[in-house]
């Protein structure tokens, strides 16, 4: 079982919705991050978080450290948002990744 | 936000040569830097982790006579791939981390390297 584990692993969605990402982890951690990777290969770090929330225009990421558990939320979908979202924990440990496709 | 550049963004080479690829960070000095591998359609696994002027730490399964890491600034962390082979062929990324412990990483845009 991987340390970390994230659902879906592929998701499309119409331009304009609201979509969730989610992400289990079974070690202990200090903060999680969640990245996107673009079809290229590069990779953005989109937020680094050890409680609550956090915005940033149209994302948000919650964590729950009790439960292990952290979701990545993008309201109003955009076909730009299409890419590969990692959440990762420690040094990192990746998620498998999710492939999102939005269309317009 | 902070900046970190990778080059050679793209090598192609052959066979049993060594391949060196640069991580810099442009606007600030990181402490660590991590070097990563990406297969195709896989996640991203950490190969080491070096520190300035220190050996890396290498992760289980990383052979470190070949893949030889170099910190030798607080701005400049270099990976070379000695005695290439087909099966190196990968996507390699490296972050840097500006706090040891710290875990904000800013990630370079990786280097895709083709053995053949």
């Known amino acids: 079982k991987n340390e970390v584990e994230q659902s879906p692993q592929n998701l499309t969605a119409q331009e304009g919705e609201f979509i969730t990402i989610n992400c289990s982890y079974s070690?202990?951690?200090?903060?999680l991050h969640w990245l996107q990777q673009h079809p290229g290969g590069g990779i953005v770090s989109l937020f680094m978080?050890?409680?609550g929330k956090k915005k940033h225009g149209r994302l948000i990421a919650t964590i729950n450290i009790q439960e292990k558990h952290s979701s990545l939320h993008i309201t109003a979908s955009h076909p730009r948002d299409s890419a590969v979202y990692i959440c990762?924990?420690?040094?990192?440990?990746f998620g498998t990744g999710t492939r999102l496709q939005v269309f317009p | 936000g902070a900046v970190v550049s990778q080059h050679p963004s793209w090598v192609i080479c052959k066979s049993g040569t060594s391949v060196k690829i640069e991580c810099r960070s442009l606007?600030?000095?990181?402490?660590?830097m991590f070097w990563y591998r990406q297969f195709p359609k896989q996640s991203l696994m950490l190969m080491a982790t070096?520190?300035?002027?220190?050996?890396?730490?290498?992760e289980q399964g990383v052979e470190k006579d070949k893949f030889l890491i170099n910190h030798a600034s607080l701005t400049l962390s270099t990976l070379t791939v000695t005695s290439a082979h087909p099966e190196d062929s990968s996507f390699y990324i490296c972050?840097?981390?500006?706090?040891?412990?710290?875990?904000?990483?800013?990630f370079g845009p990786g280097t895709r390297l083709l053995v053949l």
């Open positions: 972050s840097a981390g500006q706090v040891v412990g710290r875990e904000t990483q800013y």
């Open positions: 978080l050890s409680s």
């Open positions: 990762a924990v420690r040094k990192l440990i």
């Open positions: 606007d600030f000095q990181a402490t660590t």
């Open positions: 070096s520190n300035e002027g220190s050996k890396a730490t290498y």
């Open positions: 070690v202990g951690i200090s903060a």
